[in-house]
Protein backbone atom coordinates (compact mmCIF):
# COMPACT_ATOMS: atom_id res chain seq x y z
CA UNK A 1 0.00 0.00 0.00
CA UNK A 2 1.25 3.15 -0.98
CA UNK A 3 1.79 5.44 2.43
CA UNK A 4 -0.15 9.16 2.21
CA UNK A 5 2.24 12.15 0.88
CA UNK A 6 4.23 14.23 3.52
CA UNK A 7 3.20 17.08 5.21
CA UNK A 8 4.70 18.87 2.40
CA UNK A 9 3.26 17.69 -0.42
CA UNK A 10 -0.13 17.78 0.91
CA UNK A 11 0.40 21.39 1.56
CA UNK A 12 2.24 22.42 -1.72
CA UNK A 13 -0.28 20.40 -3.50
CA UNK A 14 -3.55 21.82 -1.65
CA UNK A 15 -2.42 25.84 -2.74
CA UNK A 16 -1.42 24.86 -5.93
CA UNK A 17 -5.51 23.60 -6.02
CA UNK A 18 -6.19 26.74 -4.10
CA UNK A 19 -4.41 29.25 -6.70
CA UNK A 20 -5.73 27.36 -9.58
CA UNK A 21 -9.41 27.40 -8.15
CA UNK A 22 -8.61 31.46 -7.69
CA UNK A 23 -7.28 31.93 -10.82
CA UNK A 24 -10.09 30.44 -12.83
CA UNK A 25 -13.64 32.41 -12.01
CA UNK A 26 -15.90 30.20 -13.90
CA UNK A 27 -16.25 27.53 -11.56
CA UNK A 28 -15.93 29.92 -8.74
CA UNK A 29 -19.74 31.47 -9.69
CA UNK A 30 -21.02 27.54 -9.33
CA UNK A 31 -19.02 25.94 -6.96
CA UNK A 32 -18.98 27.03 -3.41
CA UNK A 33 -15.65 29.52 -2.42
CA UNK A 34 -13.74 28.53 0.81
CA UNK A 35 -11.21 30.76 2.64
CA UNK A 36 -7.64 28.67 2.67
CA UNK A 37 -6.92 26.59 5.89
CA UNK A 38 -3.77 28.42 7.47
CA UNK A 39 -2.61 24.94 8.57
CA UNK A 40 -1.30 24.61 5.07
CA UNK A 41 0.85 27.78 5.14
CA UNK A 42 3.53 27.26 7.56
CA UNK A 43 5.89 29.61 8.32
CA UNK A 44 8.56 30.48 10.77
CA UNK A 45 7.46 33.09 13.43
CA UNK A 46 10.34 35.48 12.48
CA UNK A 47 12.24 37.05 9.55
CA UNK A 48 15.70 38.36 9.67
CA UNK A 49 14.74 41.99 8.73
CA UNK A 50 18.95 42.45 7.59
CA UNK A 51 18.94 39.49 5.22
CA UNK A 52 18.49 39.88 1.67
CA UNK A 53 15.10 38.33 1.04
CA UNK A 54 15.33 39.34 -2.72
CA UNK A 55 12.45 41.38 -2.50
CA UNK A 56 10.78 43.52 -5.36
CA UNK A 57 10.91 47.22 -4.52
CA UNK A 58 9.36 50.25 -6.65
CA UNK A 59 12.29 53.10 -7.12
CA UNK A 60 10.07 55.50 -5.88
CA UNK A 61 6.43 55.69 -5.28
CA UNK A 62 5.41 56.82 -8.31
CA UNK A 63 6.82 53.72 -9.35
CA UNK A 64 4.51 51.77 -7.70
CA UNK A 65 2.02 49.75 -9.52
CA UNK A 66 -1.14 49.91 -7.18
CA UNK A 67 -3.74 48.91 -9.81
CA UNK A 68 -3.20 45.13 -9.68
CA UNK A 69 -3.94 45.27 -6.15
CA UNK A 70 -6.73 47.51 -5.97
CA UNK A 71 -8.67 46.61 -10.07
CA UNK A 72 -11.61 48.39 -8.16
CA UNK A 73 -10.24 51.49 -7.69
CA UNK A 74 -8.27 51.75 -10.85
CA UNK A 75 -8.43 55.30 -12.66
CA UNK A 76 -11.23 54.44 -15.57
CA UNK A 77 -8.50 56.92 -18.24
CA UNK A 78 -5.83 54.81 -19.40
CA UNK A 79 -3.52 57.30 -20.13
CA UNK A 80 -3.05 58.42 -16.72
CA UNK A 81 -0.18 56.34 -15.91
CA UNK A 82 2.95 56.52 -13.51
CA UNK A 83 6.18 56.73 -13.66
CA UNK A 84 6.26 53.05 -14.38
CA UNK A 85 3.47 53.00 -16.98
CA UNK A 86 1.04 51.16 -15.03
CA UNK A 87 -2.35 52.57 -14.02
CA UNK A 88 -3.03 54.92 -11.31
CA UNK A 89 -5.80 54.85 -8.65
CA UNK A 90 -8.28 57.39 -7.90
CA UNK A 91 -6.87 57.54 -4.92
CA UNK A 92 -4.18 56.98 -2.50
CA UNK A 93 -3.50 54.55 -0.31
CA UNK A 94 -3.31 56.12 2.98
CA UNK A 95 -4.00 53.06 5.93
CA UNK A 96 -1.14 50.73 6.28
CA UNK A 97 -0.88 47.42 8.55
CA UNK A 98 3.27 46.51 9.01
CA UNK A 99 3.57 43.09 9.83
CA UNK A 100 0.16 42.26 9.00
CA UNK A 101 0.71 38.47 9.92
CA UNK A 102 -2.66 36.23 8.50
CA UNK A 103 -4.49 39.53 7.57
CA UNK A 104 -7.11 39.79 10.59
CA UNK A 105 -7.13 43.12 11.32
CA UNK A 106 -6.89 43.76 7.37
CA UNK A 107 -10.21 41.84 7.49
CA UNK A 108 -11.23 44.05 10.10
CA UNK A 109 -10.98 47.43 8.99
CA UNK A 110 -11.77 46.74 5.65
CA UNK A 111 -16.04 47.06 6.46
CA UNK A 112 -15.30 50.01 8.64
CA UNK A 113 -13.27 51.97 5.94
CA UNK A 114 -14.58 50.91 2.78
CA UNK A 115 -13.69 54.19 1.05
CA UNK A 116 -10.09 54.13 2.21
CA UNK A 117 -7.14 51.91 0.88
CA UNK A 118 -5.47 49.62 3.13
CA UNK A 119 -2.82 47.92 2.67
CA UNK A 120 -1.06 45.21 4.87
CA UNK A 121 3.13 44.61 4.62
CA UNK A 122 4.74 41.30 5.59
CA UNK A 123 8.41 39.60 5.10
CA UNK A 124 7.19 35.91 5.64
CA UNK A 125 6.32 34.20 1.84
CA UNK A 126 3.92 31.66 3.32
CA UNK A 127 1.81 34.26 5.55
CA UNK A 128 1.73 36.63 2.51
CA UNK A 129 0.42 33.99 0.34
CA UNK A 130 -1.95 33.05 3.00
CA UNK A 131 -3.64 36.58 3.13
CA UNK A 132 -3.35 37.43 -0.36
CA UNK A 133 -5.73 34.02 -1.52
CA UNK A 134 -7.84 35.06 1.85
CA UNK A 135 -8.22 38.51 0.27
CA UNK A 136 -8.93 36.82 -3.16
CA UNK A 137 -11.80 34.25 -1.80
CA UNK A 138 -13.60 37.14 0.64
CA UNK A 139 -14.03 39.12 -2.99
CA UNK A 140 -15.31 36.06 -4.97
CA UNK A 141 -17.41 35.71 -2.15
CA UNK A 142 -18.70 38.88 -2.06
CA UNK A 143 -19.22 39.25 -6.18
CA UNK A 144 -21.07 35.89 -6.25
CA UNK A 145 -23.48 36.86 -3.12
CA UNK A 146 -23.62 40.44 -5.14
CA UNK A 147 -24.74 37.94 -7.95
CA UNK A 148 -27.14 36.22 -6.68
CA UNK A 149 -29.16 39.48 -4.74
CA UNK A 150 -29.65 40.64 -7.77
CA UNK A 151 -30.95 37.70 -9.21
CA UNK A 152 -33.46 37.19 -6.76
CA UNK A 153 -34.10 40.88 -6.75
CA UNK A 154 -34.83 40.62 -10.56
CA UNK A 155 -37.03 37.24 -10.14
CA UNK A 156 -39.38 38.54 -7.75
CA UNK A 157 -42.79 39.38 -8.68
CA UNK A 158 -44.45 42.15 -8.37
CA UNK A 159 -46.71 41.34 -5.48
CA UNK A 160 -43.73 40.24 -3.51
CA UNK A 161 -42.24 43.44 -4.05
CA UNK A 162 -45.48 44.78 -2.77
CA UNK A 163 -45.35 42.98 0.00
CA UNK A 164 -41.55 44.23 0.89
CA UNK A 165 -42.37 47.15 0.58
CA UNK A 166 -45.02 46.98 2.84
CA UNK A 167 -43.24 45.26 5.17
CA UNK A 168 -45.03 42.17 4.82
CA UNK A 169 -44.03 38.67 4.07
CA UNK A 170 -45.55 37.64 0.83
CA UNK A 171 -46.80 34.18 2.08
CA UNK A 172 -46.67 32.27 5.22
CA UNK A 173 -44.06 29.18 3.52
CA UNK A 174 -41.86 32.33 2.88
CA UNK A 175 -41.76 33.30 6.92
CA UNK A 176 -41.16 29.49 7.56
CA UNK A 177 -38.03 29.38 5.11
CA UNK A 178 -36.71 32.63 6.65
CA UNK A 179 -37.05 31.40 9.73
CA UNK A 180 -35.31 28.02 9.72
CA UNK A 181 -32.72 28.41 7.29
CA UNK A 182 -31.36 25.42 4.97
CA UNK A 183 -28.94 22.58 7.38
CA UNK A 184 -26.86 22.75 4.36
CA UNK A 185 -25.84 25.96 4.62
CA UNK A 186 -22.15 26.65 5.52
CA UNK A 187 -22.03 30.43 6.87
CA UNK A 188 -18.17 29.95 7.89
CA UNK A 189 -17.13 29.53 4.06
CA UNK A 190 -20.10 32.01 2.63
CA UNK A 191 -21.52 34.89 3.74
CA UNK A 192 -25.04 35.83 4.07
CA UNK A 193 -24.82 39.38 4.26
CA UNK A 194 -22.80 42.34 1.99
CA UNK A 195 -19.79 44.05 3.22
CA UNK A 196 -19.03 47.65 2.66
CA UNK A 197 -16.35 47.96 0.08
CA UNK A 198 -16.62 43.83 -0.51
CA UNK A 199 -12.87 43.75 0.92
CA UNK A 200 -11.97 45.42 -3.07
CA UNK A 201 -9.82 48.16 -0.15
CA UNK A 202 -7.77 45.74 1.04
CA UNK A 203 -4.28 44.22 -0.03
CA UNK A 204 -1.44 42.68 0.95
CA UNK A 205 2.88 43.00 -0.30
CA UNK A 206 5.67 41.04 0.28
CA UNK A 207 8.06 44.39 2.16
CA UNK A 208 11.10 44.62 4.38
CA UNK A 209 9.51 47.53 5.77
CA UNK A 210 12.55 48.23 8.12
CA UNK A 211 14.48 49.05 4.79
CA UNK A 212 12.33 50.32 1.79
CA UNK A 213 8.97 51.40 3.81
CA UNK A 214 10.16 55.24 1.81
CA UNK A 215 10.04 53.40 -1.70
CA UNK A 216 6.21 52.51 -1.58
CA UNK A 217 4.47 55.75 -0.11
CA UNK A 218 5.03 59.68 -0.21
CA UNK A 219 5.49 61.95 1.75
CA UNK A 220 2.46 62.53 3.99
CA UNK A 221 0.92 60.52 2.49
CA UNK A 222 -0.20 57.63 5.18
CA UNK A 223 -3.17 58.83 7.98
CA UNK A 224 -2.94 55.47 9.77
CA UNK A 225 -0.06 53.07 10.52
CA UNK A 226 -1.05 49.87 12.51
CA UNK A 227 1.78 48.03 14.15
CA UNK A 228 0.36 45.25 16.07
CA UNK A 229 3.55 43.53 17.40
CA UNK A 230 6.49 44.32 19.89
CA UNK A 231 8.74 46.82 17.20
CA UNK A 232 11.62 45.44 18.02
CA UNK A 233 12.48 43.13 20.99
CA UNK A 234 12.91 44.88 24.09
CA UNK A 235 16.50 43.84 24.15
CA UNK A 236 18.98 46.57 23.23
CA UNK A 237 20.80 44.90 20.84
CA UNK A 238 17.82 44.65 18.70
CA UNK A 239 17.14 47.95 18.30
CA UNK A 240 18.70 48.70 15.35
CA UNK A 241 15.97 47.34 13.90
CA UNK A 242 13.14 49.50 15.28
CA UNK A 243 10.77 50.41 12.32
CA UNK A 244 8.80 52.82 14.13
CA UNK A 245 10.60 56.17 14.56
CA UNK A 246 10.49 60.01 14.75
CA UNK A 247 11.88 60.53 11.14
CA UNK A 248 8.99 57.68 10.45
CA UNK A 249 6.32 60.43 11.17
CA UNK A 250 7.77 63.00 10.27
CA UNK A 251 7.69 61.90 6.51
CA UNK A 252 4.91 59.67 6.51
CA UNK A 253 1.80 60.35 8.52
CA UNK A 254 -0.48 63.49 7.33
CA UNK A 255 0.00 66.33 9.70
CA UNK A 256 -2.70 66.75 11.80
CA UNK A 257 -3.46 63.34 12.32
Known amino acids: MTPPP ?6 DEYRKATAEAAS ?4 S ?4 IKLPK ?6 RAHANPFSDHHLKYPLSPAHMDWS ?7 DPDPSHTNLAGARKLLK ?14 LIGLAPLLPESLIVGMEIRVSVLEYVTTRIQALRAQQ ?5 ATATAAGSETPSQQQAQIDGKPANANATADAASPSPSTDTEHMPTTLVPGSYENISAIRSNTMKFFPNFFARHQLSKIFICF ?9 HKARIISETLNAESIIIGF
Open 6 to 11: PKRQKR
Open 38 to 43: KKYYRQ
Open 230 to 238: PDPHFKARK
Open 143 to 147: HKLRA
Open 29 to 32: DVAE
Open 68 to 74: SHYPAFV
Open 92 to 105: DVEVVDIGCGFGGL
Open 24 to 27: QPGP
